[in-house]
């Protein structure tokens, strides 16, 4: 997509030459696809709350504005941004937010991007899916796991319960 362009163009220094191959534009579209389905992620987990921007936030933004302001270090920013999103200490909703301010800069559209919506069959599957294994039939939890599956679906098992994914 011209947007996996612009990420590509994103990752090189704007003095640095950028050696443009169809293995580079690849992996920016897989990078740009792997952020568009967190922000996805970000969109079926984010809760508002009472915000008042912890340090963890604050710091963010405030190197994310350094690098910027100093010569333009989009590269570094790109990397602050993923760094950002592994980051434990912030709150899905917090995350979307700094996504959203750093995208006025990055130009990659995540306003744009919708939650995921999960019909309602797979979501029935998956809570089945979740009872079997709650009582540790494994073999019934996995053959419904291959059913979602082959539905186009992605069931990732997390400490805070199943999580369907669209499968790529």
Partial sequence: TPLALRYL?????YRSRLNFT????DASQSALNRLYQTTQELLQEKKKKNLK??????????????LINNDLKIPEALALMWEMLK???????EKYLLLLD????????????????IPQRIEK????????????NYQ???????EIFKLGYLIEDTPSGPKIKLKN
């Fill in 53 to 66: 921007e912890n340090k963890t936030v604050l710091s963010y933004k405030k190197k994310f504005l350094q």
């Fill in 102 to 117: 750093f995208d006025i800069v990055l130009g990659l559209k995540i306003k744009d991007v919708s939650p995921l919506k």
């Fill in 125 to 136: 599957l998956a809570k089945l899916r979740e009872k079997y294994r709650q009582e540790k």
């Fill in 9 to 13: 163009f994103l990752t090189a220094h």
């Fill in 140 to 146: 019934k939890a996995d053959q419904i796991r291959k």
């Fill in 87 to 93: 980051n434990k200490k912030i709150s899905p909703f």
């Fill in 22 to 25: 169809f293995k580079a534009l």
